[in-house]
């Protein structure tokens, strides 16, 4: 069964896991959010170039402050798309 999501869901996926695992590198999180390499660094280097996330010296990622903010904002919006699916 394929499960579709769209590129929100999985940015907010590709966030979420970077602000749990705290200094995550790029291979774990993408297994983690299961996603191909090549859909993964598509979204990963919007999250990048628009500086919601940052690498560390030892070439691990964390979230910027607006990094922070979009997820914050991304599971508001997760929570009311699921109130209206339950109500179709």
């Avoid at 996330?53 to 030892?58: F, G, M, N, V, W």
């Avoid at 599971?75 to 699916?85: R, Y």
């Amino acid at each position: 069964m394929v499960i579709y999501r769209s590129k929100w869901e999985i940015i907010k996926e590709i966030l979420s896991i970077i602000q749990i695992e705290n200094d995550a590198k790029k291979t774990r999180i993408m297994h983690k959010a299961y996603i191909d390499w090549k859909n993964f660094n598509k979204h990963f280097t919007f999250l990048l170039n628009e500086n919601f996330i940052y690498r560390t010296e030892k070439d691990n990622y964390l979230l910027t402050e607006d990094g922070n903010k979009l997820l914050r904002k991304l599971e508001d919006i997760s929570v009311v798309m699921n109130k209206m699916q339950s109500v179709t």
